[in-house]
C-alpha cells in the first residue's frame, strides 16, 4: 500500500489522525507536509508531538527559528520551509546532520525543498474541507515507508 486517506471532520478527528501517524512513524522517518496556508499543518504537528508526550502548547510553527526540536516518547524535529530561499539554503542550515538522527523530521512547506528530500520520505497533503475539517492524503514516497502507510490504514479507519 502506498496511500492512504484520512477525512477528519473536526480538530478532534485530526489530533485522532496525529496520535495513529505518530504511532505508526519509525525512528529517523522524514515526513514532508503539503497544504495551503492555513491547512493545518502546525496542527498536525502538534498531534503527532502531543502523541509522543510533548505539551501541545510548545509546539508552534517555526517560521523565523526554521526548527525546533520537541524532545518526547520519539525526539522530534520541526521544520518549516516557508522562508527557505531553495534546497542549498536547506542544507547549510544543517538539513543532512538533522536527516542522520533516530528523530522524526516534519517538514512544513516541503514541497519548497523538494529537490533537497531524500529518496524515501512520507509526504502528507492536507486539503481545507470545511472550517474544521481537512482530508489528509499520505503517501510513501519510495519504497522504506510502505509499511507505515499499512499501519496508519489500520490504525486510522479503526477509530
Aim: charged share 20%.
Amino acid at each position: 500500500m502506498t496511500e492512504f486517506t484520512f477525512h477528519a471532520a473536526d480538530e478532534a478527528a485530526t489530533d485522532r489522525f496525529g496520535a495513529a501517524l505518530a504511532a505508526a512513524l519509525p525512528p529517523g522517518t522524514i515526513v514532508a507536509l503539503l497544504g495551503t496556508l492555513g491547512a493545518g499543518k502546525t496542527r498536525l504537528v502538534q498531534a503527532i508531538a502531543a502523541a509522543s508526550g510533548v505539551a501541545r502548547d510548545t509546539v508552534v510553527s517555526p517560521t523565523f527559528v526554521l526548527c525546533q526540536q520537541y524532545l518526547g516518547s520519539s525526539t522530534i524535529n520541526h521544520l518549516d520551509a516557508y522562508r527557505i530561499r531553495d534546497e542549498d539554503e536547506l542544507r547549510e542550515l544543517g538539513f543532512e546532520e538533522l536527516l542522520a538522527t533516530p528523530a522524526i523530521t516534519i517538514i512544513e512547506w516541503a514541497d519548497r525543498v523538494a529537490d533537497a528530500l531524500p529518496d524515501d520520505y512520507i509526504a502528507v497533503e492536507i486539503t481545507v474541507t470545511g472550517p474544521t475539517s481537512r482530508q489528509f492524503v499520505v503517501r510513501a514516497i519510495g519504497d522504506q515507508y510502505q509499511s507505515v502507510i499499512a499501519a496508519l490504514a489500520r490504525s486510522a479507519s479503526a477509530q
